[in-house]
T-cell receptor
Framework: ETGVTQSPTHLIKTRGQQVTLRCSSQ?????VSWYQQALGQGPQFIFQ???????GRGNFPPRFSGLQFPNYSSELNVNALELDDSALYLCASSSGGLAGGRETQYFGPGTRLLVL | AQSVTQLDSQVPVFEEAPVELRCNYSSSVSVYLFWYVQYPNQGLQLLLK??????LVKGINGFEAEFNKSQTSFHLRKPSVHISDTAEYFCAVSTNQAGTALIFGKGTTLSVSS
């Protein structure tokens, strides 16, 4: 079991609403990445935060935004929810930003979001 | 840009049989290669990774993978599977050794039956 935790575990929202998902990094890690995993698909990289700044982003619209706090925990915010946003959202923590290091990143258990 | 293709969406095998899960990748820059496993209703766990050196990489739970640069492949193998290996397996690439900003394949469902 990794030291990465996510909350909540499950969430139901309606179309048009906003949602905030939370992630606590493993101790000593200063980098958090977020992924979206639709049903039956591989995870897709949303963005990454390193020392409180976004330093890498995948092909996701601006209504997906995030924050990283001084203790390196992180939030993923999604505005104007759409039905296709229903997915498992995974966060992963590591150290070294986009340049990375030899230490592997660790994934949390995910938050399952259902948009009705 | 990078992409990952997992050639089999489902692989059914009997317990104690060998298995190979196939992965091909495409990239215009050097990448590092990873295999992850996802058990039902859980997050991702790293099985193994190729960073450099020997092209045969050994991982956890008896899995190994071979990096083939000329064929741009990174196939995962296990000589004898157990029921507990039933899970979803993902091949992924990253431009850094820590494996952040991963590009994943669509996954292969390994079903082991007795």
């Amino acid at each position: 079991e990794t030291g990465v935790t996510q909350s909540p575990t499950h969430l139901i929202k309606t179309r048009g609403q906003q949602v905030t998902l939370r992630c606590s990094s493993q101790s000593g890690h200063n980098t958090v990445s977020w992924y979206q995993q639709a049903l039956g698909q591989g995870p897709q990289f949303i963005f990454q935060y390193y020392r409180e700044e976004e330093n890498g982003r995948g092909n996701f619209p601006p209504r997906f935004s995030g924050l990283q706090f001084p203790n390196y925990s992180s939030e993923l915010n999604v505005n104007a929810l759409e039905l296709d946003d229903s997915a498992l959202y995974l966060c992963a923590s590591s150290s070294g930003g986009l340049a990375g290091g030899r230490e592997t990143q660790y994934f949390g258990p995910g938050t399952r979001l259902l948009v009705l | 840009a990078q992409s990952v293709t997992q050639l089999d969406s489902q692989v059914p095998v009997f317990e104690e049989a060998p298995v190979e899960l196939r992965c091909n990748y495409s990239s215009s820059v050097s990448v590092y290669l990873f295999w992850y496993v996802q058990y039902p209703n859980q997050g991702l766990q790293l099985l193994l990774k190729y960073l450099s050196g020997s092209t045969l990489v050994k991982g956890i739970n008896g899995f190994e993978a071979e990096f083939n640069k000329s064929q741009t492949s990174f196939h995962l193998r296990k000589p004898s599977v157990h029921i507990s290996d039933t899970a979803e397996y993902f091949c992924a690439v990253s431009t850094n050794q820590a494996g952040t900003a991963l590009i994943f394949g669509k996954g292969t469902t390994l079903s082991v039956s007795s």
